[in-house]
């Protein structure tokens, strides 16, 4: 609208019909009396008029309705807030906080943590303008371009983490959100072994300011485990000293410890048992970084898995396989057989079917029921396992070549070589891992109820797969799928990954219950979804070397470039237009005083 133009309330303007009614009382006073003079002029005068408009002449006889007609407008066009266009400047200072959050900002310093002391920091540094960024295994960003409570609610929300730190992704998250002639403030150890400097250059490259502040007290002088590995029921460390003075430290988890001598700069590893269900790996000596004085241990209760292979010609490649795995308690038998001790795993192989018992084949039915694994192993002219076999058998065949191998569990990283003969058939349930060019299934899985099926379509002496040193690595794979278990690699994990569960499963955490699909392994500790318990522990060599060198040359002035922005905004003049409507009140008291009426 035009009047919005040059009024903020156009609707006070209505006050101006307040004018209608005063108008009509000044046209209906009555004539006044009029008496003839002698004066020539008067008389001249009085003709003029005569010849005029009479209502028009009552009007422009009557002064004082021109100066309450001048007051009405006055007071509604206040009313209707007038106002004019004026620019205004304002001052505008951006900053975007790169915040630290990575494991090595745990060490104690002072008190505190040097987390502590940069949350403290950053908290002053915190403008009208702020984003904040969280650099932890990935970059955060947790606030773009918020007000000063919001950037300082998000800081209060921030905690340090035990995954290592990525300080350069974090600050070319911070790069792409800063906006022209922001600065950006890095608090970190700079204990990071990532090119962070490089991502420096590119933002001031930019024309960005970039100032360092350096969190870095405490640290000198750890000791902290570094990498583990598994072996059987066995788990070696590797401990460094990062000191300059030798350390002496004992390794313990659970009954067992080994105590390590390390000079300076030195790095040992122990050996000890894992206990049934795991426990906490540490050492005993603690010092200011303490995220890598332990080792969180997850191991099933029962390390033990009770394999039972039914055979009347006993496959040595596939004995020997399972013979070597430490947690396998093997057993073989001959059919016919009772099979009274309760198993994990029963693998058929090379049965004589006139000697199988169909209470061998109930054996494994039963089994899956009650959440175990069978294997059956193809053979030619094999028994009759019925809902067991998932390829039954047609015919055999020769030279087949492999059209696919799915990537899974049991498959990953083998090379299945094509054998000489196999069993051709149709899968009647379950998916093909190993898919030869006629497309029968060589490798085939299924489960069932809580049980697991595995269907091996390789015929033992018509394959050389058995030669290969994948073989025992496969059928280690095998067992534990069947029996359901993990391996310890499997069940322990370094923090920052990733733990891949069902879409609505619910996760007790080291900080609390979370839900999938996916749980980020962000604290040190355990796990547990279901049954099944998972431990995360920081390793990492970089992020244990927690004494970095101090910054030199990278730290930016003090002083930030400001932005100004102007811009035309309403000034109202309403506080004018009542001095006006008030010079005008005075001028008729002026004038009534004038005429005689006060």
């Known amino acids: 609208m035009v009047l919005e133009e040059f009024f903020l309330s156009p609707l006070g303007l209505l006050g101006l019909l307040g004018v209608v009614p005063l108008i009509v009382l000044y046209l209906l006073r009555p004539e006044p009396v009029r008496r003839t003079l002698p004066t020539y002029q008067f008389l001249i005068e009085t003709a003029g008029r005569n010849a005029s408009n009479p209502l028009f002449d009552r009007l422009l006889r009557s002064v004082l309705l021109v100066i309450q007609l001048l007051a009405i407008v006055a007071l509604v066009g206040s009313l209707a807030t007038p106002y004019v266009l004026v620019p205004e400047s304002e001052t505008i200072s951006e900053t975007v906080l790169v915040v630290d959050t990575s494991a090595s900002m745990a060490v104690r310093d002072n008190g505190g943590t040097r987390f502590d002391h940069a949350l403290s920091a950053a908290r002053d540094e915190v403008t009208d303008t702020t984003s904040v960024v969280a650099a932890g295994a990935s970059a955060d960003v947790v606030v773009t371009r918020g007000s000063a409570t919001d950037a300082r609610l998000a800081l209060d929300q921030l905690r340090v983490s035990a995954m290592p730190g990525d300080l350069r992704s974090a600050i070319t998250a911070a790069t792409s959100i800063a906006g022209e002639d922001a600065r950006i403030v890095v608090l970190s150890d700079f204990a990071d072994d990532s090119p962070w400097a490089d991502a420096v250059r590119e933002a001031r490259a930019r024309g960005l300011v970039v100032e360092l502040q350096q969190h870095d007290g405490g640290g000198a002088g750890n000791v902290g485990i570094v990498d583990r590995s598994f072996s059987g029921t066995n788990v070696t460390v590797t401990v460094k000293n990062y000191g300059d003075t030798p350390a002496t430290r004992r390794v313990t988890l659970g009954g067992s410890s080994r105590q390590l001598q390390l000079g300076p700069r030195d790095v040992g590893t122990a050996t000890l048992p894992v206990p049934p269900g795991g426990g906490r790996l540490s050492l005993t000596t603690e010092d200011a970084f303490a995220l890598d004085d332990t080792l969180y241990v997850a191991a099933p209760e029962d390390e033990s898995i009770d394999v039972l292979v039914l055979t009347n010609d006993e496959n040595q490649f596939l004995t020997a396989a399972l013979s070597v795995i430490p947690e396998v308690s093997l057993t073989v038998d001959t059919p016919p057989t009772s099979i009274t001790e309760p198993y994990d795993v029963i693998i058929y192989s090379n049965v004589n079917p006139e000697r199988l018992l169909a209470s061998n084949v109930d054996a494994g039915t039963e089994l899956l029921e009650d959440g175990g694994g069978v294997a059956i192993q193809a053979q030619e002219d094999g028994p009759a396992y019925g809902s067991l076999l998932l390829v039954p058998q047609d015919r055999i065949d020769t030279t ?82 069947l029996a359901g278990r993990s391996t310890l690699s499997e069940l322990n994990r370094p923090t920052g990954g990733t733990l891949v569960v069902g879409p609505n499963q619910t996760v007790e955490t080291p900080t609390g219950t979370t839900t999938g699909p996916e749980v980020r392994l962000s604290d040190a500790g355990f796990y547990t979804v279901g049954d099944q318990r998972y431990a995360a522990s920081l390793l990492s060599e970089s992020e244990s070397d927690v004494v970095a060198p101090p910054l030199s040359g990278e730290n930016a002035p003090a002083g930030f470039p400001t932005r100004v922005e102007e811009r035309l905004v309403p000034d109202a003049l309403t506080e004018w237009v009542v001095f006006i409507v008030l010079g005008i009140t005075l001028v008729e008291l002026v004038y009534l005083r004038r005429r005689g009426d006060l």
């Open 400 to 481: 087949p070549t492999i059209r696919s191998i799915e990537d899974h569990e049991l498959t990953r990283g083998i090379t299945f070589p094509p054998p000489t003969e196999y069993v051709v058939g149709d899968l009647e349930e379950g998916t093909s891992l190993v898919t030869a060019s006629d497309g029968t299934s060589l490798l085939a899985i299924s489960e069932r109820g809580p049980g697991r099926l595995v269907y091996y379509g390789f015929i033992e002496d018509q394959s050389a797969f058995k030669y290969n040193y994948q073989y025992p690595v496969f059928w280690k794979r095998t067992v534990f799928y």
